[in-house]
C-alpha cells in the first residue's frame, strides 16, 4: 500500500510561484511514475504533469508547459511541482497519484493524496 500526503498549496497574485510537495511512504516501486493532477470547482479532474522515478523523464500539459516544473527526490520518496507565472486559471485542488499505466487518463493513476488547495488571484 502506498499513502501519498501533498503539501505547500496556498494564495498567491497572479505572476506568483508556489511549490508543491508530495510525500510517499509504504511500498512505492521504483518503476512507477508519479503525476500530479488538479480539479476546479465544477470541472473534471484534468492531468497537470508527470515523472519517472527511474528515470528523468517529464510530461506536462499543454496549459502548465513552460512554467510548472516536476521532480523528484528518490531518497526522500517525494515529488516536487514548481509552479511560476501562476494564472488565476492554475486555481484548483491538486492531487499526487501512483501512474499504473503510460497514459495520462486519472484512470490510469491510483493511491491519490487528500489534495491541496492552490488559490491565484488576479
Known amino acids: 500500500q502506498v499513502n501519498l500526503v501533498e503539501s505547500g498549496g496556498g494564495s498567491v497574485q497572479a505572476g506568483g510561484s508556489l511549490r508543491l510537495s508530495c510525500a510517499a511512504s509504504?511500498?512505492?516501486?521504483?518503476?512507477?511514475?508519479m503525476g500530479w493532477f488538479r480539479q476546479a470547482p465544477g470541472k473534471e479532474r484534468e492531468f497537470v504533469a508527470a515523472v519517472g522515478w527511474s528515470d528523468s523523464s517529464t510530461y506536462y500539459a499543454d496549459s502548465v508547459k513552460g512554467r510548472f516544473i516536476i521532480s523528484r527526490d528518490n531518497a526522500k520518496k517525494t515529488v516536487y511541482l514548481q509552479m511560476n507565472s501562476l494564472k488565476p486559471e492554475d486555481t484548483a485542488v491538486y492531487y499526487c497519484?501512483?501512474?499504473?499505466?503510460?497514459?495520462?487518463?486519472?484512470?490510469?493513476?491510483?493511491?491519490w493524496g487528500q489534495g491541496t488547495q492552490v488559490t491565484v488571484s488576479s
Open positions: 509504504g511500498r512505492i516501486s521504483s518503476s512507477h511514475p
Open positions: 497519484a501512483v501512474q499504473l499505466r503510460s497514459s495520462f487518463r486519472v484512470s490510469d493513476f491510483t493511491s
